[in-house]
């Protein structure tokens, strides 16, 4: 059966309020681990923003109509680099972003400018059987990202008082935030996801500063029972989310 090409481009934008994401040539999709980093990361204050790692440009379209800083976005995939190129582009704040096609430890390397917000939905697994989807596998497996090089490229790239949120499954997370320790960066807010009331916490929201602080912990509950939006996830994403 052929599908038309309106039914296929349909298929492949995921729209928002005020903006939409093509993600066809992308292999990492729009997630809820991007839109709550998204929604999430302190923008106060943030003239100058980084997105490693940016696949669709999500996140950082997300942070664009949250503030009005210059939004700078690094991607090693060639055709997720092209796809958030022209997703902002085709977006209402196209002046403020640029997509830059270079890894992170090159960009690092290279680049003099520092950042007042660095986010970053960075590879999860550190080790396990890849996916037969090779692009899907490369991007959740810590092969061109390691940890190692994601810290110390944000250490570097941050300002004095700039701030470096991920997003991250809870295991990961704390073995991310006690090595973050190793490279000056501290993790001074945490925020535990749980799907539902009665299930564990599946995901950590943290946010590091290159100086100690007291740890500030709150909890974040995904669905109600009825399996809708609880009420602090509404809150969170009505700004952006067409149905709420």
């Known amino acids: 059966m052929m599908i038309n ?3 296929k481009t349909e298929k492949d934008i995921f729209r928002f309020k005020q903006f939409s994401i093509a993600q066809d040539a992308c292999s990492m ?39 009005e800083a210059l939004i700078d976005a690094v991607e090693v995939d060639e055709k997720a680099w092209r796809q958030a190129a022209d997703n902002f582009d085709q977006s209402p704040w196209s002046m403020r ?30 080790g396990g059987v890849f996916s ?15 940890n190692g090089d994601l810290l110390s490229a944000a250490r570097n790239l941050l300002t004095r008082e700039g ?21 000056g960066l501290y993790c001074n807010k945490l925020m535990e ?32 029972e009825k399996g809708n939006y609880a009420d602090r996830m509404i809150t969170l994403t009505k700004s952006f989310y067409l149905n709420l």
């Open 29 to 67: 999709k729009v997630g809820t681990d991007g839109i709550l980093l998204g929604a999430w990361a302190e923008v106060e204050s943030a003239g100058k923003i980084l997105d490693i790692g940016a696949g669709t440009g999500l996140i950082a379209l997300m942070l664009a109509q949250r503030s």
């Open 97 to 126: 972003l640029q997509a830059f096609h270079v890894s992170i430890q090159e960009y690092a390397r290279v680049n003099r400018d520092t950042y007042d917000l660095i986010v970053s939905n960075p590879p999860f697994f550190s």
């Open 132 to 146: 037969s989807n090779q692009g899907r596998a490369s991007v959740r497996h810590t092969i061109k990202l390691p």
């Open 5 to 7: 090409s309106k039914e």
């Open 163 to 183: 701030r470096f949120c991920v997003v991250l499954p809870v295991l990961e997370g704390l073995r991310f935030k006690e090595m973050a320790k190793n490279y």
């Open 193 to 224: 996801v749980f799907p539902k009331r009665d299930k564990k916490a599946n995901r950590l929201l943290m946010c590091f500063e290159k100086k100690s602080k007291d740890l500030e912990k709150d909890h974040l509950i995904v669905y109600n």
